[in-house]
């Protein structure tokens, strides 16, 4: 396969590092299609068939009955397969306090001496299927000798080929910092930056804060609840204002998943990895609800059907025990400040669509960028416009990556 050298692994990288290749056995997705087959919609209820097309009490019958026909009889993962195998991959042991984990990441790797190291992070329900029209876009722009970054997408710790989190002890996103930042060594960086969004951003603050390698954090998402007014500096604009209104509903209105996920984990995990059907509502519901437009089905599916034939519906749930119900940790935690350069891409159908004046109190907000489309998969979205703020981000940066 030809990757015109964007798979050959950086120098000092270590040996132990091998390439990889997804492929899905194929009575995996025979089975996938028989669960299927056998799998009933619910019959219809008012909540599932409110008039002209309303969704706010959740997904619409005659959607989940469309994309089940479909997943069914026309969508086709070996064309994903191949367009994923088109980017290089690698497995990796990264040994931890905890135990050794095997962590997936794919990269574009460039030959320039002075080539930036950047981890992008993905979260829940994403995966790094997310960051492949960024990619994509960067290997056609550039060859490994004019890339001037090192692009690193590993797969969190429980989702998609990464070894799940150990049995015991409770595993948080502080240790998927810290393996991170082992991947970042086992690569032979001495220092890097993250860009994230969702949980990888919030992996991303903890890495900033807490290890010295990172050198400067990314993020277009932003999760935090409202500082004391003296502390802000800035004044909200009217779009800001309009995305405040539309964070306060999804607290109020969007964030079961999240408690169920933060209080019942082990519940809704036998929910979710029992039925494709039980997947595909528990997930697809977010790709609707959290983008400024509607992907397409192929794009839905296939990230649920990786969710399902690497069986990590259950083990990529574990961080929301921090963030979510009792004694949670906020993003925006005073333990996590960021000294570093912090960017923030702002996005107006973000769920959580905070404010600068908000995210000045956090850290170090070097830079800030307001759009006027996009939503929270912002990798998938908006990759170009992503893509330039993180570029625009690394130009006012760049020195701390030389001391």
Request: overall charge negative.
């Amino acid at each position: 396969m030809a990757y015109r050298g964007f798979d050959i692994l950086p120098s000092q990288a270590s040996d132990f590092i091998m390439p990889w290749k997804v492929a899905v056995p194929q009575k995996d997705l025979e089975n996938l299609r028989t669960l299927l087959e056998l799998s009933e919609v619910a019959p219809p209820t008012y909540e599932n068939s409110l008039p002209e097309g309303e969704r706010h009490l959740g997904l619409r019958r005659e959607w989940v009955a469309t994309a089940k026909e479909y997943w069914e009889s026309k969508f086709d993962w070996r064309k994903h397969e191949e367009h994923i195998n088109s980017f290089p991959h690698f497995k990796v042991p990264v040994k931890d306090d905890l135990e050794t984990f095997d962590i997936h990441f794919l990269a574009l790797f460039s030959r320039r001496e002075d080539a930036i190291p950047i981890l992008l992070l993905h979260g829940w329900p994403g995966s790094f299927l997310e960051f492949l029209p960024l990619l994509d876009i960067l290997r056609t722009e550039h060859t490994a000798d004019t890339l001037p970054y090192h692009l690193i997408v590993p797969s969190l710790p429980g989702y998609a080929f990464s070894s799940p989190p150990p049995l015991s002890p409770n595993f948080r996103p502080d240790d998927a910092a810290r393996i991170f930042d082992s991947l970042a060594s086992t690569l032979g960086f001495e220092a890097y930056m993250v860009q994230g969004g969702d949980l990888g951003g919030r992996i991303g603050r903890i890495m900033a804060a807490n290890h010295p390698r990172c050198k400067a954090l990314h993020l277009n998402t932003h999760p935090m609840p409202a500082p004391d007014p003296s502390e802000l500096r800035t004044p909200l604009t009217e779009s800001e204002q309009a995305g405040l209104e539309r964070h306060a509903f999804f607290l109020h209105n969007g964030t079961g998943y999240a408690i169920e996920h933060a209080t019942r984990p082990s519940t809704i995990g036998f929910v979710i990895s029992s039925n494709p059907l039980a997947l595909l509502s528990w997930i697809g519901e977010k790709f609707l609800d959290w983008t400024d437009e509607d992907p397409s089905l192929d794009t839905i599916l296939a990230s649920i059907t990786l969710y399902w034939v690497t069986k990590c519906a259950s083990t990529s749930i574990w961080a929301y025990r921090q963030f979510y119900g009792p004694n949670a940790d906020s993003h925006g935690s005073k333990k996590w400040h960021v000294h570093k350069p912090l960017g923030y891409s702002w996005f107006p159908k973000e769920i959580n669509p905070i404010p600068r004046a908000w995210i000045e109190t956090t850290g170090n907000l070097v830079f800030f960028h307001e759009h006027d489309k996009g939503g929270h998969f912002a990798a998938m979205e908006r990759p170009r416009e992503l893509w330039a703020d993180v570029e625009e981000f690394i130009a006012d940066v760049k020195g701390e990556f030389n001391s």
